[in-house]
């Protein structure tokens, strides 16, 4: 069964820090893998993606995220936060999205922002 | 831009009470979901539908049941609604064979009393 693990429920970084947010994966095959962003009282905003090709991929806002095949790995990253950056994240894992498969969610992590 | 919507941001009800949340996408995606999400637990599916009148359970379909007699809309169903049901509902659309990736809605806070 295919499964997500977010390691930190609460990260704090201070404005201006760098950031990386962590997630390992479990899937069978190939994965196709997610990182969603969540603001306070609001839906799911997908920040990056990562099908195949070039594992380091790019999203919005300033995010990036490195797929490591042999650490089941997809980290978020991110050289410099903002205040705005504060959320919850989460990331997912899930196949081709041509059948049954849906997306299995990690439990997520809240980001704390400091001045 | 995929837009999906859900008809209410806020809702209270009564315990035993028939819920009705209704989502509605623009997109012509075939596949559509519900979603609840739980602080600690992530989100969780409760039910999918392929298609037009297709439907499937996903992990947590107890107390629920779904409706989608129109490719745009889906609607979750609470039959009879417990406090356990207290939760942030979230509803999402995908192209079939695309990619897997879900556009979602802005959630409905509902809350049992």
């Known amino acids: 069964a295919q499964s997500v693990t977010q390691p930190d429920i609460h990260i704090t970084v201070s404005e201006g820090a760098s950031l990386e947010l962590r997630c390992n994966y479990s899937?069978?095959?190939?994965?196709?893998l997610f990182w969603y962003v969540q603001s306070p009282g609001q839906g799911l905003q997908l920040l990056l993606k990562y099908f195949s090709g070039d594992t380091l991929v790019q999203g919005i806002k300033g995010f990036e995220a490195e797929f490591k095949r042999s650490q089941s790995s997809f980290n978020l990253r991110k050289p410099s936060v903002h205040w705005s950056d504060a959320a919850e994240y989460f990331c997912?894992?899930?196949?081709?999205?041509?059948?049954?498969?849906?997306?299995?969610f990690g439990k997520g992590t809240h980001l704390i922002i400091q001045p | 831009d995929v837009k999906v919507t859900q008809s209410s941001r806020y809702l209270v009800k009564r315990t035993g009470e028939k819920v009705f949340l209704e989502c509605v996408q623009d997109?012509?995606?075939?596949?559509m979901f519900w979603y609840r999400q739980d602080p600690g637990l992530g989100l969780r599916l409760i039910y999918f539908?392929?298609?037009?009148?297709?439907?499937e359970k996903g992990d947590i379909p107890e107390g629920y049941s779904v409706s989608r007699e129109k490719k745009e809309r889906f609607s979750l169903i609470l039959e009879s609604a417990s406090t356990n049901q207290t939760s942030m509902y979230l509803c999402?659309?995908?192209?079939?064979?695309?990619?897997?990736?879900?556009?979602f809605g802005p959630g409905t806070r509902l809350t049992v009393l």
């Open positions: 999402a659309s995908r192209r079939r064979q695309v990619n897997n990736e879900q556009f």
């Open positions: 997912a894992v899930g196949g081709a999205g041509g059948g049954a498969d849906g997306l299995t």
């Open positions: 997109m012509d995606h075939e596949n």
């Open positions: 539908s392929y298609d037009v009148k297709m439907k």
């Open positions: 899937y069978g095959a190939t994965p196709y």
